[in-house]
């Protein structure tokens, strides 16, 4: 009798992770995909798409050439685990059962409970999001005019407000359209969490390139045309995205297993407080011993092989493999520029090196999506692509 084995998401997580269970799983195990997408999307690259939209033809990867022949692929909408049935309810279609499920759902935007933040900001969690942004941008800029530009704020400085606030600087050299660009942050500096040397080089090169950086003031609420602050005056917009933290999704809501706002807790193996359920990318806390796992691309790549050898290891009634995060450094893009900081050689260079920019750290970002495409579909397909990387 063959063992039903289903993930969830085709994020970073989940696409790794059918990858990694074509190659682990035996022949006795029947392998489903669902997603609400038809695509993998290369989404540390999204921001690009708010510059140009044709852009999405090269960070968007048809699932029919992730997936093998064996793989049956069903998009659809999760609206719901049921872990006592062992079943996936979906929008559209009948539920699918399991015998082993990889939780890979990604994430949804987190508001904090800040009044009117919901309700009037973008924000960047899928390709559709980039789009809209697009739009937003070039209505605001075709109404503007130099003497009053639109205004145009990004709320959080983590990595993809920082990202996109550098591509609306780009967007608006490129059209010399009549833009102001704001990028606000509740905590002292830019990319909180990080090591003070990357903070300073991305405050420089997004300062350079037009962007006005407010920090240390946290949003009260939003309105219809403005945000308000702890302390300072109040900022009006014309168009707002919203950037900050990451909650699980609502599919999540009734689930038995043990989560955090959505979020499953899960051992440094991936499972679940349900032995038949792993969990990993954004959807998971992956335990790793004082601090859990960042909500990276990243980690999610990392997780993805050991998750899918775990599963065929778990079927099979063989200990499980334990997994421990390995950052390998960071790359952040400013638009056409970016800053990298303590890169590994795993990445592509010689050396550990510490902060960075240039063309070396440009090109290092277009490899490291390079790379994860080539992991996907083959350095072919990574290669004709790389001019949008």
Do not use: C
Not at 240 to 269: P, Y
Not at 292 to 319: D, K, L, S
Request: net charge negative; glycine share 8%; proline share 4%.
């Amino acid at each position: 009798m063959s063992t039903d084995v289903v993930v969830l998401g085709s994020g970073y997580a989940g696409a790794g992770a059918v990858k990694s269970l074509q190659s682990s799983l035996g022949s006795d195990a029947d392998l489903t995909w669902i997603s609400d997408t038809d695509y993998h999307l290369v989404l540390h690259e999204v921001h690009r798409v708010i510059r140009d939209p044709a852009v999405q033809a090269d960070i968007t990867i048809p699932t029919r050439d992730i997936a093998d022949r064996s793989t049956t692929f069903v998009t659809d909408t999760v609206v719901a685990v049921d872990t006592d049935d062992q079943t996936i309810e979906l929008e559209d279609a009948e539920a699918v059962s399991y015998d082993y499920l990889v939780v890979a759902l990604g994430s949804q935007t987190a508001y904090y409970g800040i009044p009117g933040l919901d309700e009037h900001s973008l924000t960047l969690k899928s390709l559709d999001d980039a789009l809209s942004i697009h739009e937003a941008v070039d209505a605001a800029s075709e109404e503007a005019t130099r003497s009053e530009p639109a205004q145009i704020v990004v709320g959080g400085a983590g990595l993809s407000g920082i990202q996109t606030a550098g591509e609306l600087a780009e967007f608006r050299d490129d059209r010399r359209a009549p833009l102001e660009i704001h990028l606000v942050e509740a905590m002292e500096e830019i990319f909180p969490g990080h090591d003070p040397s990357i903070q300073g080089a991305l405050r420089e090169r997004l300062e350079d390139a037009g962007v006005t950086i407010h920090t240390d003031d946290p949003i009260t609420e939003a309105t219809e045309d403005a945000i308000n602050f702890d302390e300072g005056d109040p900022l009006e917009y014309d168009v707002l995205i919203w950037t900050g933290g990451i909650t699980g999704q609502d599919a999540l809501d009734e689930t038995a297993l043990d989560n955090q706002h959505n979020r499953v807790e899960v051992e440094s193996n991936f499972q679940t407080s349900d032995e038949n359920v792993f969990a990993i990318g954004d959807s998971a806390i992956v335990d790793q011993g004082d601090q859990p796992a960042p909500p990276t691309a990243q980690a999610a790549w990392q997780a993805a092989e050991v998750v899918g050898r775990n599963v065929a290891r778990a079927i099979e009634g063989r200990p499980l493999e334990t997994w421990e995060y390995d950052d390998k450094g960071t790359v952040v893009s400013i638009g056409e520029r970016a800053v990298a900081h303590d890169v590994k050689p795993a990445l592509g260079v010689g050396l550990p090196v510490s902060t960075f920019g240039g063309f070396p750290a440009r090109n290092l970002k277009k490899l490291i999506a390079a790379r994860w495409i080539a992991d996907l579909i083959g350095w072919n397909a990574a290669r004709k692509r790389w001019s949008s990387l």
